[in-house]
């Protein structure tokens, strides 16, 4: 099995929670575009840390169902999590789970929307951003998410800024960089390291795509997934599980 985050995971949290992402502005929107949904399925739940805010601020109680294909990830959100959410190392490209979700939702994780360089954060123009390099196995891992919604259900996809070249100091004395490498074809490989004293602690190599909002249009369309709208702020973007 793929370990994409392995490389990463001691220094995630550190690195996600200084700055990185803006978990109580995600957790608060999905809130209220999942409305009084209650069977959730977060894909790439990372360390838990979507969930544990999601378990924080809902009035309602939440069912929910966390994978990623990441075994020392999905270890720290055991230990976060407990047994408040069912956590399962699955792979999205084989995922193939028992019950059919209200939600499926995912920060940072397989499938990602970035803001457009160009036409900034305004009307939600976008590329897609996705882990999975090829157009079958986008295509496989849609029919497999499509499978785990129920008819009706919806899907919650985050938008974040662009991946670009940067660093900044971490609590600790440590340093963060961030490296993108074009590959052509709209495919990049992203370099993460931290550094103490500069010596490299930790190193993540991640690959990636995007696709133009059209290409990513019709991907969707293909696997049953319609554009429905993005949240007023921009976070999330809707799709409707036909
Ligand atoms: C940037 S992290 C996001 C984690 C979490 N959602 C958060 O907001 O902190 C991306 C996660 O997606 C997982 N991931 C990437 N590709 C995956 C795949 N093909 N199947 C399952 N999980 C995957 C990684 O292991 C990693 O934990």
Redesign the pocket.
């Given at each position: 099995m793929?370990d994409?985050?392995a490389g990463l995971s001691h220094h995630?949290d550190l690195i996600?929670t200084s700055g990185y992402?803006d978990?109580d502005a995600y957790t608060r929107t999905l809130l209220d575009l999942v409305q009084d949904r209650r069977l959730l399925l977060?894909?790439?739940?990372?360390?838990g840390?979507?969930c544990e805010e999601l378990l924080r601020l809902a009035d309602t109680d939440l069912v929910i169902t966390g994978?990623?294909?990441?075994a020392s990830?999905l270890a720290q959100a055991r230990s976060r999590l407990g047994s408040r959410v069912r956590l399962i190392q699955?792979?999205?490209?084989h995922m193939a789970l028992p019950t059919q979700y209200d939600v499926a939702f995912?920060?940072?994780?397989?499938w990602y929307h970035i803001h457009d360089h160009h036409q900034g954060q305004s009307q939600g123009h976008t590329m897609l951003g996705s882990?999975?390099l090829s157009d079958d196995d986008n295509s496989q891992?849609l029919a497999h998410l499509h499978a785990a919604l129920r008819p009706g259900g919806i899907l919650l996809l985050a938008a974040q800024g662009p991946h670009v070249n940067h660093h900044r100091e971490l609590p600790g004395g440590l340093l963060y960089s961030q490296h993108i490498q074009a590959l052509g074809d709209n495919r990049f490989i992203k370099d993460y390291f931290v550094r103490k004293h500069g010596r490299t602690v930790a190193h993540q190599r991640s690959p990636y795509r995007l696709f133009t909002q059209d290409e990513a249009n019709s991907l969707m369309e293909q696997a049953g997934f319609r554009h429905e709208r993005v949240s007023n702020d921009g976070l999330f973007h809707q799709y409707a599980r036909r």
């Open positions: 793929a994409s985050y995630y996600v992402y978990y977060e894909v790439g739940v990372g360390t840390l979507v994978i990623d294909h990441t990830m699955q792979d999205v490209l995912s920060v940072g994780g397989v882990h999975l891992a």
